[in-house]
């Protein structure tokens, strides 16, 4: 016997002593019952399938992005002057610390540390002034996103999971 036929013929003894709200029901699914295979299977298509704008973006903005200027040549014991402009496309701040690195030591004023509080709408511009020796060297800028508290404004920083060490490197020869 057919399904339709079933409902169709214990619908009326049925619908008649119950209350409204169970009628209502019986009648929705008597309706959902009556629709075509395809209906149905169409309706589970679109349950089923992906929405665009239920999907996880990947999220591509940069923690830290670093612009290291370094001369290409200089004179020994000349000075010199390497910059490293930082910024971040997070929404909230970082507290970072930026420092320059060598492949020979240098003293002076090569070796400071700089701790501050990078925001999205606050890029960082950081100097080191030096005086060069008489070798070729590669340098060093690297940033570390750090948990320090009393540099950010109210103490509102985030730490980064994937990342939390960047750097660039760039050559200068002495000749």
């Known amino acids: 016997m057919h399904i ?3 409902l169709s013929s214990w619908e009326q003894p049925f619908l008649s002593g119950m209350p409204l709200s169970v009628s209502s029901r019986m009648h929705s699914l008597y309706l959902l019952l009556r629709a075509s295979p395809a209906a149905l299977l169409l309706i589970l ?11 996880e973006v990947e999220d591509t903005r ?7 200027q370094v001369p290409l040549t200089a004179t020994a014991g000349e000075e010199v002057t390497v910059t490293l402009d930082v910024a971040t496309q997070l929404r909230e ?5 930026s420092y ?14 700089y701790t501050s ?9 950081f100097f080191w002034d030096f005086q060069t020796n008489n070798k070729s060297m590669v340098i060093t800028a ?21 990342a939390n060490r960047f750097f660039s490197s760039r050559r200068l020869t002495v000749v």
């Open 117 to 125: 509080c990078l925001c999205d709408d606050y890029p960082r511009k």
């Open 45 to 55: 298509c679109l349950q089923l399938g992906t929405n665009k704008a239920q999907e």
């Open 100 to 113: 320059l690195t060598s492949d020979i030591l240098i003293d002076g004023g090569f070796n400071y540390k």
């Open 62 to 68: 940069k923690p830290i992005m670093l612009n290291l």
């Open 4 to 6: 339709k036929s079933v």
């Open 93 to 97: 701040c970082v507290v970072i610390a």
């Open 142 to 162: 690297t940033v570390d996103i750090i948990r320090q508290l009393g540099i950010c404004p109210q103490d509102q920083a985030v730490i980064p999971i994937a």
